[in-house]
């Protein structure tokens, strides 16, 4: 498409006078640099997650606004935003990890059986756990790049022979014993202060991927594979290993945040995952919408499913119906997309 | 075009109902002009703090070819998406298609049809689904679709434009002449009679130069049916051709309109450009037989390529010429190391080894590619100028893998400044810059590599007249400087304008080398075409 607004008369000139012509790029000032910063189109949601507070907080004052609350929404929500922080490593490369919850299951299922039934310490077996996560990212991998098979499919029919492995070990019987209850249990239940560990996890997680995006060639090259990976590959970016290794990587998390949640459980539950999969993606396709511009990125995420947890709790506390939590997370998500749909298309005619 | 299944009568989808209104030879030659088939007066269009379209009028008179030219970001395009429907321009505008009064960019009169610079085909689909997805199936009972009858109509609809394709083969095998035709065809289906305008947008960029004359003979065939067409071009050489009268566009604004016959190839220009630009021009490079040899590649095969063998001299710039299909467009990937295909052949930079390396391992010698297709393969296009930019070089921006954003800016304004890029600022979306920009950011970001040699593929594919001498002139100073140039192109005029060694494919193999006095606009392409034709 012709760029618009491109400036013909500057277009012209000889090359010489078109150097000068050049802006110099001088800092823009400190309140002009808020005002980008806290404009609606970057941090729309955020504006959104306030007006539930507030709405919410009108609306059931005995029970919404206090700390107990804050600290709920914070510990309900640590495995969606660590589910949703795995996939988004590979969603900014284009590529889907959706056997993501599988994986979940899969290794809290293996730590819990490896604690409980097999004697095996709990240091060796949260190592054991993870490395079944990087396996199947591996496997991921090399069905999705080496194999050449679309991503979307690919991972959803490893997340197939993930739930049959699952089954398999399990018998469809959560695993329970006494062993889960001491050290492995203080993973994931461990509190400070009412915020439990995992919002820690998450945390970690979130920077870190924050800083492999934002800060790193790595993820800069992510972005470019995700968004022109032809060009990305004639600029010598090396875009088949950047996939594999997003794959691997989403495995690994996603198997570090399975034994999590099998330590707040308490057991190796079968279906343990299975309810984390769309939370995530939505989270990491809203959060897509918010900060960066159309760049799945890990703060977009976290306000994402701070929104999206917050809006399902208030409605719970409110007594609505168990319907209206699922409608909420729907609506929001395809408003959030609609909206920025618009927004891009009339900067792109500008 | 929306799918109306149940309209879909073969009367009503006679193509050739246009002839009825054949008065066109008699109208164009006339000397009392005709009134208008389309008139449109006022348009403008305004995006954010840019004027695309300033007061824009325009007529198309029967049966006439109408050229509209301009540079990229004239408002050519903002034109016809006005047109098509896509833009809703300012208040004030106003456009009467025969007679009848429409909405401008809200209706989309019958009698307006449009082939889109993409053409808007499904390639993984045959010419017949293609045409049928415009003007409707053949259905019967049921909606099953009765393919004898689709078949029949097909062949019917493209026998006009005496054209012989498979209809049974995806497009995407077809040559970019047929799929520009299947195009046509769907564009002009179920037209009802009556005069109207078939808008054809930049029909010639992807077409090899061998083939833009067959496409001539269509728009020709059009014409003689009394359909008037809208030409969009920037090549002049095609407007004089074919066109009756011309529309320059510059600025958003209607600068002239002229019978082409009144008016000459530089007038033409200066009117496009604004100043006076030489369509002979040449860019001041030194031919450097002596030089030493900086790359040399032997029997070099491909998918094309049939054992091809050329030497590179430091400081020159070498073009490779040729027809579609002759291996130009195969051989820069090939010689850069980024073909997806199975290649064979040497290839080695003697002033670096000696050894021969297999072209297929070419991607380890630091040649640096400008890809063809700059919006597919070259521009990331959510990225904004500066991220395109370094984007070869991430690995040299800070140490431990951190991106040392500093560093990167300072790279970013020294060769945005060195190579005279019109932007915003380096955190501008490269999509907001004109072709002829990005192309330099393109180029930009192979220099930073310091690579051993550049290979320009397409140089100046959609880059106006002004900025095609500029990059010229950019690419004439690299080589002054010591950059050794591969200049591949199907357009003569590039390689005439830049190269003082060409070497000419046909059938994948190199057939003639022409340097010095040889290098003619006419040896060229006689060599291009083979002695046979």
């Known amino acids: ?350 | 075009m929306p799918l109306d299944l149940k309209s879909v009568q073969f009367t009503r989808r006679e193509s050739d109902d246009m002839s009825v209104a054949t008065q066109s030879a008699t109208e164009r030659n006339g000397s009392a002009p005709m009134p208008p088939v389309l008139q449109i007066a006022g348009l403008s269009k305004t995006f954010g703090a840019t004027r695309a379209l300033v007061d824009a009028s325009l007529d198309i008179r029967p049966g006439e070819i109408h050229a509209l030219v301009g540079q990229n970001g004239s408002g050519k395009s903002t034109l016809i998406k006005a047109l098509a429907g896509y833009h809703a321009p300012d208040g004030g505008s106003v456009a009467e298609l025969d007679g009848e009064p429409f909405d401008l960019g809200h209706t989309v009169p019958d009698g307006l049809r449009f082939v889109h610079q993409d053409l808007g085909l499904v390639l993984e689909l045959n010419a017949m689904d293609n045409l049928a997805l415009r003007g409707g199936f053949a259905s019967g009972a049921m909606g099953r679709v009765r393919w004898r009858e689709q078949e029949q109509e097909t062949r019917r609809v493209l026998a006009r434009f005496g054209v012989d394709i498979d209809i049974h083969r995806p497009l995407a095998a077809a040559t970019p002449v047929e799929r520009t035709v299947v195009a046509i065809a769907a564009a002009l289906q179920g037209w009802q009679g009556g005069r109207g305008v078939l808008v054809l947008d930049e029909p010639t960029a992807v077409l090899p130069h061998d083939e833009v004359e067959r496409l001539f003979a269509m728009v020709r065939e059009v014409r003689s049916a009394g359909t008037s067409v809208l030409y969009v071009s920037h090549r002049l050489d095609e407007i004089f051709e074919l066109a009756d009268r011309v529309t320059v566009l510059r600025g958003g604004r209607v600068i002239a309109t002229h019978a082409v016959s009144e008016i000459d190839a530089p007038r033409l220009a200066s009117l496009m450009v604004g100043e006076e630009v030489d369509p002979d021009y040449r860019a001041p490079v030194a031919a450097r037989p002596d030089a030493p040899v900086v790359l040399e590649a032997r029997d070099v095969h491909g998918r094309w390529l049939r054992g091809v063998g050329l030497d590179v001299h430091r400081g020159e710039i070498l073009g490779i010429a040729g027809l579609a299909g002759a291996g130009v467009l195969e051989l820069p990937y090939v010689l850069a190391g980024v073909a997806r295909h199975a290649v064979s052949g040497r290839i080695r930079l003697p002033e670096r080894s000696a050894e021969w390396s297999d072209v297929a391992d070419a991607g380890d010698l630091g040649i640096a590619l400008v890809p063809a297709d700059r919006g597919r393969e070259g521009i990331v296009a959510e990225f904004a100028v500066s991220e395109n930019l370094s984007l070869s070089v991430l690995g040299r921006l800070g140490r431990r893998g951190r991106l040392d954003k500093r560093a990167e800016a300072e790279l970013v304004e020294q060769w945005t400044e060195r190579l005279g890029v019109v932007t915003a600022g380096p955190g501008a979306p490269i999509s907001t810059l004109s072709g002829g920009n990005q192309q330099k950011v393109v180029v930009a970001r192979c220099l930073v590599r310091e690579p051993a040699l550049l290979v320009l593929c397409e140089p100046t594919a959609g880059v106006d007249i002004g900025t095609r001498v500029a990059i010229y002139e950019l690419i004439a100073e690299l080589s002054r400087n010591g950059l050794t140039v591969v200049l591949s192109s199907s357009d003569a005029g590039d390689v005439l304008a830049m190269c003082t060694r060409v070497l000419v494919l046909r059938g994948g193999c190199v057939a003639a080398e022409l340097g010095g006095e040889g290098l003619t606009e006419h040896a060229l392409v006689s060599a291009m075409e083979g002695e046979d034709r």
Not at chain 1, 243 to 257: H, P
Not at chain 1, 295 to 320: E, S
């Open chain 1, 1 to 350: 498409m012709t760029p618009l607004t491109s400036v013909p008369e500057a277009a012209t000139e000889p090359p010489t006078a078109r150097a000068e012509a050049a802006p110099a790029t001088p800092g823009p000032s400190r309140a002009a640099r808020l005002a980008h910063g806290l404009a609606f189109d970057r941090v729309g949601a955020v504006y959104v997650w306030l007006g539930i507070i507030v709405l919410f907080s009108l609306w059931v004052p005995e029970t919404f606004p206090n700390l107990a609350t804050a600290k709920q929404i914070l510990n309900a929500n640590a495995i969606t935003a660590l589910a949703a922080l795995a996939v988004t490593i590979p969603l900014s490369a284009r590529v889907f990890d959706l056997s993501f919850a599988g994986v979940i299951t899969l290794t809290g299922v293996v730590v819990a059986h490896l604690i409980a039934k097999d004697g095996v310490p709990l240091v060796p077996a949260i190592a054991l756990g993870v490395l079944v996560g990087l396996g199947i990212g591996l496997i991921n991998a090399v069905v999705v790049v080496v194999m050449r098979i679309d991503s979307f499919i690919a991972t959803l029919a490893t997340g197939s022979l993930i739930a049959a492995l699952v089954t398999m070990v399990t018998k469809e019987v959560p695993i329970t014993d006494a062993k889960l209850g001491a050290a492995f249990a203080n993973i994931g239940q461990t509190n400070v202060d009412g915020v439990t560990l995992g919002v820690l996890y998450c945390a970690v997680v979130a920077v870190a991927i924050w800083y492999l995006l934002e800060h790193t060639a790595t993820g800069r090259r992510l972005y470019a594979t995700g968004f022109n990976p032809d060009a990305a590959r004639l600029a010598g970016v090396r875009v088949d290993r950047l996939r594999f290794l997003s794959l691997v990587a989403s495995g690994g998390l996603a198997g570090a945040t399975g034994i999590v949640l099998a330590s707040m459980l308490g057991s190796g539950s079968p279906t343990a995952g299975t309810p984390y999969l769309l939370p995530a993606f939505a989270a990491a396709f809203l959060g897509a919408t918010q900060l960066k511009h159309g760049r799945f990125n890990a703060g977009g995420t976290i306000i994402a499913v701070l929104l999206l947890g917050t809006g399902v709790t208030g409605l719970a506390l409110a007594n609505a119906p168990q319907w209206a939590g699922d409608m909420f997370v729907g609506v929001v998500l395809i408003a959030a997309l609609a909206l920025t749909g618009v927004q891009r298309r009339s900067t792109r005619a500008g």
